[in-house]
């Protein structure tokens, strides 16, 4: 009976303890604070215009989307390529001074696919160079 007692103080105490010293903890509700960060170099230096498409044919394979990124890629202007091959959708972003979204759509819907019979087509869902 004594040991059981004594376990319930010190429960007791330790749990009083937990309890005392939360209340000091800061609260993450309390921070006020805005973070207002610039746009990094590059974004100041490049335009980035983006265009997203919707790319219809046969269902494309990871080897397909790394074969169509790297001819997109070899276009100079094109900053960057984001292509979904499970949902058919490609992002690139790109310089219109330097290359039209006109050419990048040309591109994909020149590209062929694994066998050499299908071509894909390019739907324009948005297209922020216009």
């Not at 005392?20 to 805005?34: D, I, M």
């Not at 219809?56 to 074969?67: D, I, N």
């Amino acid at each position: 009976m004594h040991m059981k007692a004594y376990f319930s103080k010190v429960f007791t105490f330790i749990f009083l303890f937990i309890i005392a010293l939360n209340g000091f903890a800061k609260s993450p509700t309390q921070s006020r604070s805005v973070n207002i960060y610039s746009a990094s170099k590059w974004q100041k230096t490049k335009a980035d215009d983006s265009l997203y498409v919707k790319i219809t044919g046969e269902p494309l394979t990871k080897k397909q989307t790394a074969r169509l990124a790297d001819e997109l890629k070899k276009q100079q202007g094109v900053n960057n390529i984001h292509i979904n091959y499970e949902l058919a959708t490609a992002n690139i972003h790109f310089d219109s001074k330097i290359v039209s979204s006109g050419k990048l759509i040309e591109i994909i819907n020149s590209f062929k696919s694994s066998n050499g019979t299908q071509n894909y087509r390019a739907i324009v869902l948005k297209d922020s160079s216009n």
